[in-house]
Structures are given as structure tokens and as C-alpha cells.
């Protein structure tokens, strides 16, 4: 067995003899990262401004960014005198595929669904999407994940095959989303007046479109104790900077149009509950005005 003092020695006379040739290994695999990284940045740039999906440009940028690390890694070998070593692992290439195939299957599913999803282009940065009862706002993409924000700030790590096989609602795609709520008036009260009332409250809201995208109101239901009125509207996701903002525009429009029915003298009665004594014994009666003596 070989003496570790003999060992120590035999690195430190290495280093002694090959520093220059190190130094200028490692200054080459330090500038060939930095290179990577320059050219990811400039090709995403780049792919930026040709595409407005910038889902596409920063999965591109990213497969352009590992190959080059990678073909820099592989040269760092050969100039460390690992030719070998490098060469077995260029030759075992084919055999390192098969076995990811089955050791990292999902890594390797996740990867070809993120090289779909950047293609395909079913989503953008900040549009809001549902997939597999997941909502939120889509923040980034890579070789393996999509990072998802919920409205209510969780940061989901959603994988790219998920995103692949699972049916996807893309809310925002198109800027158009329509909201929609149940107002109920009494029975007293006229449905027709109610309508034109809840019209003419949205026809005074920018938020809310108007033409063809103009807001629909109508009998939804003969509830128990109201008159349901269905009020639907659509609202444009990309006039404001922030497109999680139009989350609060349906809070406002029912607080307005609440406002302006109660302010018109209609009645949005709560749930009534009839009590029937069927009882008629004078001692329950009694009873109940002891009690009430009491």
C-alpha cells in the first residue's frame, strides 16, 4: 500500500511542475462559462425581439447556454491530459441515453415536454393558467419545470410533463376574461329595472368593455327569497402593467353595482326562515310566556 506521505508529495510536485498548464486550464474553463453565459443572454435578447413569447426565447437560451458548458467541460478534460476518460465518455454517449431513458425517466420526460411547451407556446410570461386544478400566474420556464405564482403568493414548482398531459386553461392568452356574479333582488322588486340599473353602473366603468364585449344581465334563477339575476362582463388583461390586477376588478364591480341598487331603493334580502308552531296546547303557551316573563 502506498505510503500518503509519498502520496501529498506526488500532487504537490504535480501542481509544482504543471501550475502554468493548470492556471491556464482553469482560466479557460472560467472564461468558456462566462462566454456561455453571454451568449445565452444575447440569444435571448435576440429571440426577445423576433418573438413575443418570452417562454420560447428563455428555453432556447438555455439548451444553447448547456451545450456550450458542456463542449467546454469536455475540452477542459482533454487539456488536463484525460483524453481518455473523455473519449469513453463521448463513446458511451448512446449507452448513457439508454440508461437515462430508464434511471431519469422523468427528468428525461420533463425535458422533451419543456422542449414541446417552448415550441408550442400555449402560454406566455404572466398569463394566468390552470393546469391539474393548479391557478396561478406563469413566472419562468426551464429544461425541467415552469415556475407558477397563486394568487395568493405560493410559488409552485409545476413539472413540464404535468403541463404536457394534463388539460391547460389559459385565461389570458388572448387578453379577453370574462367574470361573472349573482345578484339577488326581492320579489317586490322589478328584474327589468334592476338590469338597466346594473347596465347603466358598468357603462360608467373603464375597467369593463363595452361594444361587443358589452356586459350581459339576465334571470338566472327563482330562488326561495330572491330573484337571482346573472351579471356577466369582460375586462381586457393587458390594459394594466400588472396583470394579476384584474383579479380585483370583480370585487369592485360588485361593490358598485350593489351600491347603486341599494341606492335606487332595491331590497338584496338574506335568507328567510319560517317558524311554524303546529302545537297548539295551551301549555306550550304557557310555557313560552313564562319565559318570557322570566
Same mark, same amino acid.
Given at each position: 500500500?502506498? %505510503? =500518503?506521505t509519498?502520496?501529498?508529495? $506526488?500532487i504537490?510536485?504535480y501542481?509544482?511542475?504543471n501550475y502554468?498548464?493548470?492556471?491556464l +486550464?482553469?482560466?479557460f474553463?472560467? /472564461?468558456?462559462?462566462?462566454?456561455? @453565459? ?6 435571448r ?6 418573438s413575443?413569447?418570452?417562454v +420560447?426565447a428563455?428555453?432556447?437560451s ?9 463542449? !467546454?467541460l469536455?475540452i477542459t478534460l ?5 483524453d481518455?476518460f473523455? &473519449?469513453?465518455?463521448?463513446a *458511451?454517449?448512446g449507452?448513457?441515453?439508454?440508461v437515462? @431513458?430508464?434511471?431519469?425517466?422523468d427528468? *428525461?420526460e ?9 415550441f408550442?407556446? =400555449?402560454?406566455?410570461?404572466n398569463d394566468?393558467?390552470e !393546469?391539474d386544478?393548479? !391557478?396561478?400566474?406563469?413566472? $419562468?420556464?426551464?429544461i425541467?419545470e415552469?415556475?407558477?405564482k +397563486? =394568487?395568493d @403568493? ?5 413539472p ?7 388539460p391547460?386553461f &389559459?385565461?389570458?392568452?388572448d387578453?379577453?376574461?370574462?367574470y361573472?356574479f349573482? !345578484? @339577488? ?5 322589478? =328584474?327589468?329595472k334592476a338590469s338597466e ?6 357603462s360608467?366603468l373603464?375597467?369593463?368593455l363595452?361594444g361587443?364585449k358589452k356586459p350581459?344581465?339576465a334571470i338566472?334563477?327563482f330562488a326561495t ?10 375586462i &381586457?388583461?393587458f390594459e ?6 384584474h383579479?380585483n376588478?370583480?370585487?369592485?364591480v ?6 347603486a341598487?341599494?341606492?335606487a331603493g332595491?331590497?338584496l334580502? /338574506? ?5 311554524k %308552531?303546529?302545537?297548539?296546547s295551551d301549555s306550550? &303557551?304557557l310555557?313560552l $310566556?313564562?319565559?318570557?316573563n322570566?
Amino acid at each position: 500500500m502506498r %505510503n =500518503p506521505t509519498e502520496f501529498y508529495r $506526488d500532487i504537490i510536485q504535480y501542481f509544482e511542475t504543471n501550475y502554468i498548464h493548470l492556471g491556464l +486550464t482553469l482560466l479557460f474553463l472560467i /472564461a468558456g462559462f462566462l462566454i456561455a @453565459g453571454f451568449i445565452k443572454h444575447r440569444v435571448r435578447l435576440r429571440l426577445i425581439k423576433k418573438s413575443p413569447n418570452h417562454v +420560447t426565447a428563455t428555453f432556447i437560451s438555455q439548451i444553447i447556454s448547456f451545450a456550450l458548458k458542456t463542449a !467546454v467541460l469536455l475540452i477542459t478534460l482533454y487539456m488536463l491530459g484525460l483524453d481518455a476518460f473523455t &473519449n469513453k465518455i463521448l463513446a *458511451g454517449a448512446g449507452l448513457l441515453t439508454f440508461v437515462i @431513458g430508464f434511471a431519469l425517466k422523468d427528468i *428525461g420526460e420533463n425535458f422533451l415536454a419543456g422542449i414541446i411547451l417552448a415550441f408550442k407556446s =400555449p402560454f406566455k410570461l404572466n398569463d394566468l393558467i390552470e !393546469v391539474d386544478k393548479i !391557478v396561478g400566474f406563469v413566472k $419562468d420556464i426551464n429544461i425541467r419545470e415552469t415556475l407558477i405564482k +397563486t =394568487p395568493d @403568493g405560493r410559488d409552485v414548482f409545476l413539472p413540464n410533463s404535468i403541463i404536457l398531459k394534463n388539460p391547460l386553461f &389559459n385565461y389570458t392568452i388572448d387578453g379577453f376574461l370574462r367574470y361573472e356574479f349573482t !345578484v @339577488g333582488i326581492a320579489y317586490e322588486n322589478s =328584474p327589468g329595472k334592476a338590469s338597466e340599473i346594473i347596465e347603466e353602473t358598468l357603462s360608467k366603468l373603464d375597467s369593463v368593455l363595452k361594444g361587443d364585449k358589452k356586459p350581459s344581465i339576465a334571470i338566472d334563477e327563482f330562488a326561495t327569497n330572491t330573484v337571482n339575476l346573472k351579471v356577466r362582463f369582460w375586462i &381586457n388583461t393587458f390594459e394594466s402593467t400588472k396583470r394579476s390586477h384584474h383579479i380585483n376588478i370583480r370585487s369592485n364591480v360588485m361593490d358598485k353595482v350593489m351600491g347603486a341598487l341599494l341606492s335606487a331603493g332595491f331590497s338584496l334580502p /338574506a335568507s328567510i326562515v319560517e317558524l311554524k %308552531n303546529y302545537d297548539q296546547s295551551d301549555s306550550l &303557551n304557557l310555557k313560552l $310566556d313564562a319565559e318570557n316573563n322570566a
